[in-house]
């Protein structure tokens, strides 16, 4: 997978689907915007990019390698390898965890749990006070 197709969208549009797709956004979940312009990508593509991607084939390790380890350098990867900006990281204080957030082109948002090592529907509920880095 070399070419990948992206929607480019504004800071505002980004905005508007997390206020629309999360409850607790902006009252317990504060973003802290990274971009202006995203480069947002459909949900086949970022299953496709995380299949493919090296980050995908490291194991848990507790301590050394969990959740806290795998978002921020999926993240990057994301960035790096493919230009998708669309691809952020939630913080949730409460619990100590650290997940990835993805805004699709087309709308919608969802969270990556790599303890669950799946793509869930946002319920935030379960994330207390944090904070979006997107």
């Known amino acids: 997978m070399d070419d990948v197709e992206t929607r480019r969208r504004d800071t505002s549009w980004v905005t508007g689907e997390l206020s629309h797709h999360l409850d607790t956004f902006p009252e317990q979940l504060k973003r802290f915007e990274v971009d202006k312009r995203y480069h947002l990508i459909g949900r086949d593509d970022f299953d496709q990019m995380v299949a493919e991607d090296l980050v995908s084939s ?3 390790n507790t301590g050394r390698y969990s959740n ?4 921020p350098v999926l993240t990057a990867r994301l960035r790096e390898r493919w230009g998708c900006n669309g691809v952020g990281l939630v913080l949730d204080m409460t619990h100590s965890e650290m997940y990835n957030i993805v805004v699709y ?3 919608g948002v969802e969270i990556l749990d790599p303890d669950k090592e799946v793509i869930t529907d946002v319920d935030c509920e379960n994330i207390g006070a944090g904070v979006i880095l997107l």
């Not at 806290?68 to 978002?71: I, P």
Request: zero cysteines.
């Open 58 to 60: 490291r194991s848990y």
């Open 68 to 71: 806290e380890s795998f978002a």
């Open 105 to 107: 082109e087309q709308g």
